[in-house]
């Protein structure tokens, strides 16, 4: 018996055609777009960017904003061998850290977020 699952336009945009990468810290592979781009800054420097737009030049490399697969990139020296030698991640690091305290108020539950206002004192009728 063959059963064929019907899907939404939203599943197929989101499971197929989508260029899969592979992080430098955990080594998951994930959709392009759940990853940061990060590449070398050239010109004999070792820092490493963030490629926001996707699109300097250069050999890039995908690491996912979470703070676990940023340690463990460090901890396997993942930005070096990635990018021939970079090894500077504190503009990585200002990245991921600026991205969890603008994603923090989201986070927030739904109940809190709609909180009833008291009338004042008097105000009743």
Do not use: Y
């Amino acid at each position: 018996m063959n059963v064929r699952k019907i899907l939404t336009v939203a599943e197929v945009l989101h499971t197929e055609d989508q260029p899969q990468r592979t992080c430098i810290g955990c080594r998951k592979k994930a959709p392009r777009s759940e990853l940061l781009r990060l590449v070398a800054e050239g010109s004999g420097s070792t820092a490493v960017l963030v490629d926001e737009r996707r699109r300097m030049a250069g050999r890039g490399a995908w690491l996912h904003p979470s703070e676990a697969c940023l340690a463990l990139a460090v901890k396997r020296r993942a930005f070096g061998r990635a990018l021939n030698g970079a090894t500077g991640s504190t503009a990585v690091e200002r990245r991921i850290m600026a991205g969890k305290q603008d994603a923090g108020p989201l986070q927030m539950p739904l109940v809190a977020a709609a909180k009833t206002v008291q009338p004042e004192s008097g105000s009743e009728n």
